[in-house]
């Protein structure tokens, strides 16, 4: 009986296991084409200034919509993208759609800032930060304009190697933002020799369940605190309720980002929302130069 329990276990587990790598290889086949067939866009989730709500700038997040596997997660084909050597491509395509938004913005007079996330792989891609300064040149959007999110995960792997490759990106002029801080990768004495301008929080420090709310307070503290005494600007992820928001501000943080201010929608949807924010007698944002 045991025996033959066991080999049923095993026969389902190699049965799931062969749907997972089927599932892999359809959506790496798949996403190789998904941007000739227009199925990849932008959506865009606000950044507001805390306490004040004011948006401030706004995240770029990665759709995909299949006509046959419907919308695929940006947790699921990434990682996909990242194996099969597709993320480069992706991520290109990304920068460019994002900084393209971000000068239409700013060209009608939002001041504003967009965010991109970034792959290790993309990272440490051969002069990466070049086609970083090349697409802001192309758009004429000011760098400083320009958030680059890397992930805790990248922190994992050579600490000097990802220095020096932060620091040449910097050179650009664009912000870098530590994403998913606090999720359990990196450690607190890394982040004093990280070369980034922006600390955001993970939303899973954030988003601690209401009953236990007084476990998440000095958590949320601490890393604000932690974050402006290393002289970072501090972004509160995954704000979803009134509660967590007046945690974060409580604590300092004077950015934040999550379902109560709003998820991410086409760019053109948020167009509302920050035109509510233009102040009368604002610098006018710079034009974008047009290049052949
Ligand atoms: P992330 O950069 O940490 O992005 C935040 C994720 O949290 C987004 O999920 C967003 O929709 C979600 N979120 C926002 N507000 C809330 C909230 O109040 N509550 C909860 N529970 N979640 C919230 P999304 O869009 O599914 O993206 C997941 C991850 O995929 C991102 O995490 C990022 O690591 C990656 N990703 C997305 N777009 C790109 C991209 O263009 N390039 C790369 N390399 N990675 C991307
Ligand atoms: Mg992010
Ligand atoms: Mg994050
Ligand atoms: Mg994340």
New binding site residues.
């Given amino acids: 009986y045991a025996k033959q329990r066991g080999k049923n276990r095993v026969e389902r587990y190699q049965k799931h296991y062969d749907e997972l790598l089927r599932r892999h290889s359809v959506l790496e086949n798949e996403l190789r084409h998904a941007i000739e067939r227009r199925q990849l866009r932008l959506v865009f989730?606000p950044v507001v200034a805390l306490p004040s709500v004011r948006p401030v700038g706004a995240?770029?997040?990665?759709r995909w919509h299949h006509p046959d596997l419907g919308a695929v997660?940006?947790?699921e084909f990434?990682p996909v993208a990242e194996e099969s050597g597709l993320?480069g491509m992706l991520?290109s395509w990304?920068l460019d759609q994002a900084c393209a938004q971000l000068a239409r913005w700013l060209a009608t007079g939002h001041d504003v800032w967009v965010s991109?996330?970034?792959?290790p792989k993309e990272l440490h891609a051969a002069d990466y930060a070049g086609q970083v300064a090349a697409v802001l040149e192309k758009y004429g959007v000011p760098p400083q304009r320009l958030v680059l999110?890397v992930?805790e995960h990248a922190v994992a792997t050579d600490m000097d190697e990802l220095i020096r490759r932060l620091v040449e990106l910097r050179s650009t002029g664009v912000r870098i933002a530590l994403?998913?801080f606090g999720a359990g990768y990196s450690s607190l004495g890394q982040l004093r020799n990280l070369p980034v301008d922006i600390l955001k929080i993970d939303?899973a420090l954030v988003?601690e369940p209401e009953s236990r709310t007084g476990t998440a307070a000095p958590l949320v503290d601490v890393v604000v605190r932690l974050g402006h005494r290393l002289g970072l600007e501090v972004l509160a992820?995954?704000?979803?309720t009134s509660a967590q928001r007046e945690i974060v501000e409580e604590a300092g943080c004077r950015l934040g980002?999550?379902?109560?201010f709003g998820?991410?929608v086409p760019a053109e949807h948020l167009e509302a929302q920050l035109r509510t924010v233009r102040t009368p007698g604002s610098r006018p944002a710079p034009q974008p130069r047009n290049r052949p």
């Fill in positions: 989730q995240e770029a997040l990665l997660r940006p947790d990434i993320i991520g990304v991109v996330n970034l792959s999110e992930t994403d998913d939303h988003a992820e995954g704000i979803g980002q999550g379902s109560l998820w991410g």
